[in-house]
């Protein structure tokens, strides 16, 4: 596991499109998916992270917390599943059922979208503004697996609820911190030293 930080995309940015397979009902999840929503979260997560471990229920959460809300929400893994076959889409499959999440989880097989984000973390989180311009790139909360804070989710939260009412976001944004994405030899991105 390397420790790695959120590379902070830069506000203002827009959503990359995707057409990726949902791990659970094999449709294929875009942009265009969430085209009625007033808001997107986008999150890059796998399954055998121990940073997205410890904050799975709170993922499942929000899924529930915002499923008849105007915020759209996918969570992409795409981790090399051929070095950790744990993040493998039938297993991913498993974990949305173990978790009953509430939201799309694609797999991401080629990294393109990874790299399209610059995702270099799971887990990693980006909100869009209905103009799918980011307005908040960062954390789920101050919590970490050796911490002892609660996991609340309070700073993506506190985002999504700006975004939701109309307001700005908070512009002071912390990285996110977890572990590097499991790029495929060779298929490393230029702004990851991993």
Not at 154 to 164: N, T
């Given at each position: 596991?390397?420790?790695?930080?959120?590379?902070?995309?830069?506000?203002?940015?827009?959503?990359?499109?995707?057409?990726l397979?949902?791990?659970?009902?094999?449709k294929?999840?875009?942009?265009?998916?969430?085209?009625?929503?007033?808001?997107?979260?986008?999150?890059?997560?796998?399954?055998?992270?121990?940073?997205?471990?410890?904050i799975?229920?709170?993922?499942?959460?929000?899924?529930?917390?915002?499923?008849?809300?105007?915020?759209?929400?996918?969570?992409?893994?795409?981790?090399?599943?051929?070095?950790?076959?744990?993040?493998?889409?039938?297993?991913?499959?498993?974990?949305?059922?173990?978790l009953?999440?509430?939201?799309?989880?694609?797999?991401?097989?080629?990294?393109?979208?990874?790299?399209?984000?610059?995702?270099?973390?799971?887990?990693d989180?980006?909100v869009?503004?209905?103009?799918?311009?980011?307005?908040?790139?960062?954390?789920?909360?101050?919590?970490?697996?050796?911490?002892?804070?609660?996991?609340?989710?309070?700073?993506?939260?506190?985002?999504?609820?700006?975004?939701?009412?109309?307001?700005?976001?908070?512009?002071?944004?912390?990285?996110?911190?977890g572990?590097?994405?499991?790029?495929?030899?060779?298929?490393?991105?230029?702004y990851?030293?991993?």
């Amino acid at each position: 596991m390397v420790l790695t930080a959120s590379t902070m995309l830069p506000l203002g940015t827009i959503a990359p499109d995707f057409h990726l397979p949902e791990v659970v009902s094999f449709k294929t999840i875009s942009l265009s998916t969430f085209a009625d929503k007033k808001a997107l979260l986008v999150m890059f997560i796998c399954r055998h992270c121990p940073f997205v471990k410890h904050i799975k229920e709170q993922l499942a959460l929000l899924g529930k917390d915002y499923f008849n809300s105007d915020l759209g929400i996918v969570a992409i893994s795409a981790n090399d599943v051929k070095n950790y076959p744990d993040d493998a889409p039938e297993l991913l499959k498993e974990m949305a059922t173990e978790l009953g999440l509430q939201f799309p989880l694609c797999y991401d097989e080629t990294q393109e979208t990874a790299k399209a984000y610059t995702a270099a973390c799971t887990p990693d989180f980006f909100v869009f503004n209905g103009a799918r311009k980011l307005v908040y790139r960062g954390q789920l909360d101050d919590s970490r697996p050796s911490n002892g804070k609660p996991v609340t989710g309070a700073d993506l939260r506190a985002a999504i609820e700006a975004v939701l009412a109309g307001k700005p976001v908070q512009d002071e944004q912390k990285p996110s911190i977890g572990c590097n994405i499991k790029w495929k030899p060779g298929n490393e991105p230029s702004y990851t030293n991993s």
